[in-house]
């Protein structure tokens, strides 16, 4: 990341060399946390659209938008509450768009998280998470899930994680008890389903066992034959 980003921060590293390389360090820590995390997309698109920086909270409000999009998704909220902050140029280059659509996209991104503004369009196939915790993954035993209000409450051999997913990726947080409890197991409603693979969910949940909750974020499947989640956008 140093190596990548000094040049293209070459004047806010003169200005303040150590906080600047402080914050791309934590950054890079934050984001390497996370398995799910494309750390080396992030690189790319701060070397590519960070130059402009002059100040460093602009370098942390980019940061946080790059971040998002390489599938932070607990940055989503944060990242769209400040994109009025940042030039609307960086910012739409950051999306893949056009500045003049900055706008109608925003919005497209506060009313649909499953919405990719460079596709204009939501990816049906979702994200699979979780993986048994054996194989480094995050499940010592297949897991149960909840919706909650932001995404879903997983639950596994006594351990609680946060799910958030958006069209950007998935990640999983520390959760707790308390929050699974008060999580929702109700399926989807008649008129809301998803596709998993090339099948409807409707007749796919009809084998091994394979269960459904949706919430407001979406549709998550699992299955007590399986350490993951599959996170699906609802239609």
Not at 48 to 64: K, Q
Not at 118 to 135: E, P, T, W
Not at 229 to 235: A, D, G, T, Y
Request: a negative charge.
């Amino acid at each position: 990341a140093w190596r990548s980003l000094a040049p293209a921060l070459a004047p806010l590293l003169a200005h303040a060399p150590r906080e600047t390389l402080g914050t791309i360090s934590n950054a890079v820590v934050r984001l390497g946390a996370s398995p799910d995390i494309r750390v080396a997309q992030w690189i790319d698109a701060m070397a590519a659209h960070a130059d402009g920086c002059t100040t460093l909270p602009e370098l942390r409000d980019i940061g946080a938008l790059c971040a998002w999009q390489a599938g932070m998704v607990q940055l989503r909220r944060p990242a769209l509450a400040r994109i009025d902050a940042l030039p609307a140029n960086t910012v739409a280059a950051v999306l893949g768009i056009d500045a003049g659509d900055l706008a109608s996209v925003r919005v497209q991104l506060e009313q649909d998280r499953w919405w990719n503004p460079r596709q204009g369009s939501v990816d049906l196939r979702g994200h699979r998470v979780g993986s048994f915790s054996g194989l480094d993954g995050a499940f010592p035993a297949p897991p149960q899930v909840r919706a909650a209000t932001e995404g879903f409450v997983v639950e596994s051999a006594g351990g609680y994680f946060l799910l958030l997913a958006d069209a950007f990726g998935a990640v999983l947080l520390p959760a707790s008890a308390a929050e699974y409890a008060a999580g929702s197991s109700s399926g989807p409603a008649p008129d809301v389903t998803a596709r998993l693979g090339v099948q409807w969910m409707a007749p796919a949940l009809s084998k091994d066992n394979l269960c459904a909750v949706s919430g407001a974020s979406g549709i998550a499947l699992f299955s007590p034959w399986s350490h993951h989640v599959h996170v699906l956008p609802p239609q």
